[in-house]
């Protein structure tokens, strides 16, 4: 694949998209300090909100007696669960089945639910919190998603939160992509509190006797916190005026996404919704909006003074990976070709509400890049209290982690470098019938191979020379691009300058610096010379999906930017075939143009000049072009990507990751003493974004296998280490370097033939695979020394290693 269908797809000079190292357009004022998230605003009069939390894993409140906390100095109400004020407000959009606003029940600890509480401080609320007479009625929770498959627990959820009879509306399709399914119709109905989904194809009983052998194998993946550091908060406050539009106005702060989420809930229209708050914070595909961002206009509304609402850090506590089981069983021959996959996995739903997308991996996995085509996936889905699942998943799809392992312990039985079992495997460009190399791949292995001075050698075979066990691992992905999203894009030349209009969220990714480059490139000019300027009311935002996103989106943007170059171009024809000045009655002869005689077909611009392609030396200004206002708008999807359209079964852009670690076997310390990244995005288009991107995504991978541990009190239900002290996520201090290798196809057909990268590097398995190649051993994540010194032990004592 290609961009051959767009303007200047396969354009072969760039000047300013790929450039390394331009700055970001907001990046002084996150440096600085001068930035400000939602936890940053405040507004005159602001009163302060804070939501009652469950401290238990599953309850329900049954009456609460908020007279002690009305009767505090400075506490202005307490709004509970069943007050009619609720019925005025719709559900995020975004999240999903929400029965209600606020629930009197909570599925997890820690969850809103219940009461909220305003006052003139946010020490006042915490008191009048604390004052509050509860009524609980403790239900039964599911914490083990192993135990959670007994039949005999009684079920956890209502029906309201499974109308579809299992997890999701019946529906198999989105706007023409079946991997946005949340539920297939041949699935057996839900019992208890597990639901069952089948993925299949092909025939696995043939691919069962083409076999010589059968592998079998567990990969566990425990669930990850996401921690976002910028907490999730908002300031709302109404207002009878609006200077755009008549009619009651809502400005709301914090409430981060396009402002007609807002608008949505509270029944607006979307221009009766100021948000001019650029800033978001961290977060990964993080689509949903928290209580603290949803509730701020209704309670504004009923007080009629501002209000605001801030999360703790402790109250941010989602999970961005759910916890899963899988037991994989490959048929396989004698020179390593797999013939058959069967996957019976066991993974968490999460509380009511979480994100479907991290459930299981659809029609888009790391299974359909085989040739293979005998491919079975069995899904049982547990509910449980452990917590929610707001994103879509670092790891999604799981499913190239359970391919890891197979590639590495087929090689590790048969003697051969696991590069070499996933180049057998590995099917062409264009099926899984197609036994063609894939170009992509073969150019990452190789330079990944020499990046790496790649040296295979069989597991628990190889000591340094201070002692330590030396492991190393490989693993392949496709670089994933959306394409399932509409985008939008409006450019202006007015005055001499092009103005790139856009009402932000600024997200982690620096989508507008990308865009920006893109216009710059196709309109001839400068980075430096497009003005972004930011404004709510714009329709265009960078909230695209990271770099999948901008490689689709900026399509857009090139397409947007080559139109308006055209009205440039045909207006500075015209601007030349004017022979005269006039002021008010005052006409003066005009002296030449440069481009005289010229149609725009006749001209190009390059440099910020506007010249005539037969003669460059015949130019002028790009600012001079005309007086008049030029708009170019483009709107639409991207062309279907590789990725979101065939689902693994063509192959375009690809990556490889691969690591040394270094074990010490008398302390059970696991020392990264390498991570290289060899990546084939298409086409760079801002270095520093992709280059961060993968940093993010390394960071993560290595927190996940080594150091970071959810943990629940398994006879409560409650969170032990809910906090950055005891919950350990990666610090610069942990973190390896990453070395990074960037390949240029042009095989992706986003912008220039681009591809995103973004979380198909996060996994969670190559250092695990790379610590068994050190030591013989499976530890499963996370690998902290005392699990390593564990997972030893039978060796010490002569005994099999277990698997």
Known sequence: MADLTGANGTREVFKVVGKPNLPGLT?????????????????????????????????????????????IPGVVDVVLWDDPVFKTVGPDPMAGKKPSFLLNEAHKEGQEVGAIVVAESEALCEEALGALKIEWEELPFIVDIIK???????????????????????????????WMATHYPDDPPKTGNVSRSTLA????????????????????????????????????RWSGKNMYKPGETLRIEGAVGRRGMIAQMYGLPEDNVIQEGLFQGGKYCDWGLRMSQEITPLLSKKLGRPVRCCNTREENFDMCVNERHARVKLGVKNNGLITAVEDDTVVDHGAP??????????????????????????????????????????????????????????GE?????????????????????????????????EEGKRLMNWEWHPAGTKRLSDGRLHGAAFRYQMCPRHAFMKYF???????????????????GWFGTECFTMIA?????????????????????TDEAGGSDGV???????????????????????????????????????????????????????????IFVKSDPSRFIPFSAATGDTLTAEYGGNSPKAAWSSHFGRKLDTMNTSWCEVAVDDETGEVEILKYLVVIDPGKVIRRTSLESQIDQVVYFSQGAQLLEEYILDPETGVRLNANMTDYRKPTTLDVPVVDKGVLETRAGNGAYGASGIAHNLANSHILITAIHNATGVWVDPPATPDRVIKALIPLAANESPRR
């Open 27 to 71: 990046a002084y004022a996150m440096a600085t300090g001068v930035a400000k998230f939602g936890s940053d605003f405040t507004a005159p009069g602001m009163l302060f909100a804070k939501i009652l939390r469950s401290p238990y894993a599953h309850a329900r409140v049954l009456a609460i007696d908020a007279s002690a906390a009305l009767a």
């Open 148 to 178: 959670g498959l007994d039949p005999a627990l009684p079920a956890i959820r209502g029906p309201e939160y499974d109308e579809s009879g299992t997890y999701g509306p019946p529906s198999i399709t989105s706007e023409g992509y079946p």
């Open 201 to 236: 194809q092909g025939d696995i009983d043939a691919g069962w006797e083409e076999a010589d052998w059968i592998l079998e194998y567990d990969v566990n993946i425990h669930d990850v916190v996401s921690l976002l550091p910028n907490p999730q908060a908002s300031v709302a």
């Open 353 to 410: 509400n979480s994100s479907e997308m991290t459930t299981y991996d659809r029609d888009w996995n790391g299974y359909y890049t085989l040739k293979c085509e005998n491919i079975v996936q069995k899904y049982t889905i547990v509910d449980s209290n452990r917590s929610f699942m707001y994103t879509c998943g670092q790891f999604v799809p799981y499913s190239f982690d359970m391919v890891t392992v197979g590639l590495y312990l087929i």
């Open 413 to 445: 039985k048969l003697g051969i470098d696991p590069t070499e079992i996933a180049r057998l495997n590995l099917h062409g460009p264009d099926s899984q019938k197609d036994t063609r190399p894939v170009p992509s791949f073969e150019a990452c292995l």
């Open 489 to 507: 894009t409006k450019l202006e030349y007015r005055g001499g300058v092009v103005h790139f209009p856009t009402q932000g969220p600024i997200a």
């Open 520 to 540: 710059a490139e196709e309109l001839g000019v400068g980075y430096e010379d497009i003005c972004v300027d930011y404004d709510y009311r714009a329709q265009h």
């Open 551 to 609: 490689t689709g989106h900026g399509w857009i943007v090139k397409e947007c930017a080559n139109i308006l170059k055209r009205k440039i171009l045909e207006a500075a024809a015209k601007e030349a075939r004017v022979t005269t000045d006039r002021w008010g009655p005052v006409e003066a002869p005009k002296p030449p143009s440069p481009l005289t005689g010229c149609s725009a077909d006749d001209l190009d611009i390059e440099d910020g000049k």
